[in-house]
């Protein structure tokens, strides 16, 4: 029996709703998931964050000191992980971590983006390598560093002749066209997944999320609303293109709700959700009238939005990622394990026609634990 190939990938996405630690084994060609584990964000880790993601005085010091606290979370989250695995780190070829995401502006004149989550703490506090820093060597290259997950939706999720749709509902939405021929592979940011949801409820009702979407279904949607939202520029740019906080916040909601504030508060969720569904929508049916549509991320959970989602993609049989093989929730730390490996084996593991580099490359570097 072959010896077991672990990778740990950590993923903590635009929603900041809890570091996700995926261990991997790749000894059999196809990645088995072994153990999961969601550490959650502590509410002044999450302050901070927030505070971190809108310009502000004295970022420098607010940023160096978050970079470490986010290091110290991964390898919580990591040594948690572990010991519910009974795995030792000794056999832990290498982590993958994605970092935390404080500002993604790649259209710039001089194009950046940053993630912290200190990979060198990660690696004393685990005592396992570390592969990090994934997205700027595709920035470097031209490209927008983002979305870097269709390359493994694309080894992992492709089927020859079938045209299949992977679509990740994180704080922003992602999808990922797979052909069923790998050179014509598409993937890019439609634009809010649950951060306006997440932001008005919180804002409200001071709850984390809108459970199941309930709040959502019990207002009714306001076409003029609607309408406003979805005439935001970002809706209308051609791909390759990437999106985050930096666009679509709460400030930027709060602008555009100035004229509505007549309309009661669950119809504004009600509207904010549509916006979501309309905008992914729109673009999944821009790139083929049918084929199989499976969700993963934390918006595979809710279960108004998949409904309304379903409807305005009527070609398209919709389910989760449970239906080809991994729980939508833990696709994206699976990504980062799989990124990880390919680090590990020199693998390039972008797709330039997804992020607009000029080449495929070699994506991270390496921090040693020694």
């Known amino acids: 029996m072959s010896e077991p190939e672990y990778y740990i990938g950590?993923?903590?996405?635009?929603?900041?709703?809890?570091?996700?630690?995926?261990?991997?084994?790749?000894?059999?060609?196809?990645?088995?998931?072994?153990?999961?584990?969601?550490?959650?964000?502590?509410?002044?880790?999450?302050?901070?964050?927030q505070r971190l993601c809108q310009p502000s005085t004295d970022?420098?010091?607010?940023?160096?000191?978050?970079?470490?606290?986010?290091?110290l979370l991964f390898a919580k989250a990591v040594n948690q992980l572990l010991t519910h695995a009974s795995v030792s780190p000794s056999q832990v070829i290498a982590i993958g971590s994605h970092g935390q995401t404080v500002r993604h502006m790649p259209n710039l004149e001089m194009g950046?983006?940053?993630?912290?989550?200190?990979?060198?703490?990660?690696?004393?506090?685990?005592?396992?390598?570390?592969?990090?820093?994934?997205?700027?060597?595709?920035?470097?290259?031209?490209?927008?560093?983002a979305p870097l997950v269709p390359a493994f939706h694309q080894q992992i999720f492709a089927k020859p002749d079938t045209r299949r749709v992977i679509l990740n509902i994180g704080g922003i939405a992602n999808i990922t066209y797979l052909p069923g021929d790998s050179n014509k592979v598409i993937g890019f940011d439609t634009g809010p997944?649950?951060?306006?949801?997440?932001?008005?409820?919180?804002?409200?009702?001071?709850?984390?999320?809108?459970?199941?979407?309930?709040?959502a279904d019990s207002g009714n949607s306001n076409p003029d609303l609607l309408k406003q939202l979805l005439s935001?520029?970002?809706?209308?740019?051609?791909?390759p293109k990437s999106t985050g906080r930096e666009l679509f916040n709460q400030a930027w909601l709060e602008q555009q709700l100035s004229e509505f504030s007549h309309l009661d508060q669950e119809d504004i969720q009600s509207t904010l959700l549509d916006l979501t569904c309309q905008s992914i929508a729109n673009d999944v049916n821009k790139l083929s009238a049918t084929g199989e549509l499976y969700v993963c991320g934390g918006g595979?959970?809710?279960?108004?939005?998949?409904?309304?989602?379903?409807?305005?993609?009527p070609g398209y049989k919709v389910a989760t990622t449970t239906d080809i093989g991994i729980d939508p929730k833990w696709v994206e730390g699976f990504a980062f394990a799989w990124l990880a490996m390919r680090y590990h084996r020199q693998l390039p593991a972008n797709l330039p026609a997804v992020t607009g580099a000029s080449r495929e490359a070699v994506l991270g570097g390496r921090y040693s634990a020694k």
């Not at 993923?11 to 999961?36: I, K, N, R």
């Not at 709850?207 to 199941?212: N, S």
């Not at 935001?232 to 791909?239: E, I, Q, T």
């Open 10 to 49: 950590l993923m903590s996405g635009t929603s900041m709703d809890g570091v996700d630690a995926v261990l991997v084994d790749f000894s059999h060609g196809y990645p088995q998931l072994v153990s999961a584990h969601t550490e959650e964000i502590p509410g002044h880790l999450l302050r901070g964050l």
């Open 59 to 71: 970022e420098i010091n607010r940023l160096g000191r978050l970079d470490r606290s986010m290091g």
């Open 112 to 145: 950046f983006t940053l993630q912290i989550g200190d990979p060198n703490t990660i690696a004393v506090e685990t005592g396992i390598d570390v592969i990090a820093d994934f997205r700027r060597k595709d920035i470097a290259l031209g490209g927008q560093g």
């Open 193 to 215: 997944g649950n951060n306006l949801i997440d932001a008005f409820i919180q804002q409200v009702q001071e709850l984390p999320f809108d459970k199941d979407g309930e709040w």
């Open 232 to 239: 935001h520029s970002y809706f209308s740019l051609a791909y």
């Open 300 to 313: 595979a959970l809710n279960k108004a939005l998949m409904r309304r989602l379903a409807l305005l993609v």
